[in-house]
C-alpha cells in the first residue's frame, strides 16, 4: 500500500487546514487509518485515528475538539481537518495504515501500523 499525503503548508495561529491521505489501486477496507506528526527535535507522536469501516475514531487530548478526522469512501481518502491552529502544532505530519481493526490500546502505537506516507509539513506562525 502506498499512501500519499497532501495539504500541509503555513498558517497563522487560529487557522485551518485540512490534510488528506489516498491510497492508489486499493480500498481501506478492514483498515485502520492515523495521522501522527514529528515535531523538530521531537520524537513522532500520534495524534487521530479511524476505523475504516466503523468510522470510530480516536484523538490525543490536545486535538480533541479542534482536529477531526474523517473518511470519504468514493474518493478512498481520509482527512485530518485542522481548526484553531497553535505554534505547538508545527510538525510533519504522517499518514499510516494497517489492515485489521486496532483496539484502544492499540491505535496510537506507531508500530502497529504497516504502512507510512512520506509526510507533509504543517507550519503555524504565531
Known amino acids: 500500500v502506498q499512501l500519499q499525503a497532501s495539504g500541509g503548508g503555513l498558517v497563522q495561529a487560529g487557522g485551518s487546514l485540512r490534510l488528506s491521505c489516498a491510497a492508489s489501486?486499493?480500498?481501506?477496507?478492514?483498515?485502520?487509518m492515523g495521522w501522527f506528526r514529528q515535531a523538530p527535535g521531537k520524537e513522532r507522536e500520534f495524534v487521530a485515528a479511524i476505523r475504516w469501516d466503523s468510522g470510530r475514531t480516536y484523538y490525543t487530548d490536545s486535538v480533541k475538539g479542534r482536529f477531526t478526522i474523517s473518511r470519504d469512501y468514493a474518493k478512498n481518502t481520509v482527512y485530518l481537518q485542522m481548526n484553531s491552529l497553535k505554534p505547538e502544532d508545527t510538525a510533519v505530519y504522517y499518514c499510516?495504515?494497517?489492515?485489521?481493526?486496532?483496539?484502544?490500546?492499540?491505535?496510537?502505537?506507531?508500530?502497529?501500523?504497516?504502512?507510512w506516507g512520506q509526510g507533509t509539513q504543517v507550519t503555524v506562525s504565531s
Open positions: 499510516a495504515a494497517v489492515r485489521r481493526v486496532l483496539i484502544l490500546s492499540a491505535v496510537t502505537l506507531e508500530r502497529e501500523y504497516d504502512y
Open positions: 489501486g486499493r480500498t481501506f477496507t478492514g483498515y485502520t
